[in-house]
């Protein structure tokens, strides 16, 4: 069975510094692998997804995350953050069951940035 | 373009009360539907998904049910609210295929608290 884990529940910037949120994930095979960000009492939108195709992979926003095999990690990173970004971060694993295609959810990472 | 609409927004009801969330997706067709609960400073949890009309799988025990009466409508039910059942509803749609597959689109959700 699949799973993720992000590995900090809660990460603090300063506005204009880089962000790194960290996710681990462990799958039997090659996953498809996506964030995914929620601002407050919003539905959650794709930030990028990495479907076995670049490791490096860009997303909305300035985003991007790399796929490592060898660490079975897909990090999120922004060079320069933007008080925008402040939201719940979601790593998410695809795996297929059925007829579809389930994703399995990290428990969030939650950005905060200051000024 | 596909959109997804969810209502309503926020809904505040009685203990033992009934409750009725519906979602419909515009735009495409035969798409899986989801819906997800999020409880507060907890990642989503899956409740329900289908892969058609009248195709409902339950991925956890509960109090509530979901039903699909049309390809692009689904809905979720209780009979008898508790309060446990609080929390942040939201519902999903994925594309069987393409290049989009596996990727949800989010509604913008449905606060719900049980008093």
């Known amino acids: 069975a699949q799973s993720v884990t992000q590995l900090d529940s809660h990460v603090s910037v300063s506005e204009g510094t880089p962000v790194l949120l960290r996710c681990n994930y462990s799958?039997?095979?090659?996953?498809?692998l996506f964030w995914y960000v929620q601002h407050p009492n919003k539905g959650l939108q794709l930030l990028l997804k990495?479907?076995?195709?670049?490791?490096l992979v860009k997303g909305i926003n300035g985003f991007e995350a790399e796929f490592k095999k060898s660490e079975t990690s897909f990090h999120l990173t922004k060079p320069s953050a933007h008080m925008s970004d402040a939201a719940e971060y979601f790593c998410?694993?695809?795996?297929?069951?059925?007829?579809?295609?389930?994703?399995?959810f990290g428990a969030g990472t939650r950005l905060a940035v200051h000024p | 373009s596909q959109t997804i609409h969810q209502w309503p927004a926020t809904l505040v009801q009685p203990v033992g009360s009934p409750l009725s969330l519906e979602c419909t997706v515009e735009?495409?067709?035969?798409?899986?539907l989801y819906w997800y609960r999020q409880a507060a400073g907890r990642g989503l949890q899956l409740l329900f998904y289908?892969?058609?009309?009248?195709?409902i799988s339950s991925e956890v025990p509960q109090n509530l049910s979901a039903s699909r009466p049309q390809d692009r409508q689904f809905i979720l039910s209780s009979k008898k609210l508790l309060l446990s059942d609080s929390g942040f509803y939201l519902c999903?749609?994925?594309?069987?295929?393409?290049?989009?597959?596996?990727?949800?689109?989010f509604g913008e959700g449905s606060r719900l608290t049980v008093l």
């Open positions: 999903a749609w994925s594309s069987r295929q393409g290049l989009s597959a596996g990727e949800l689109f």
């Open positions: 799958s039997s095979y090659s996953p498809s």
């Open positions: 990495y479907t076995s195709a670049a490791t």
């Open positions: 998410v694993v695809s795996e297929k069951s059925g007829g579809y295609n389930k994703l399995i």
């Open positions: 735009g495409t067709s035969n798409p899986n």
């Open positions: 289908s892969v058609g009309i009248g195709q």
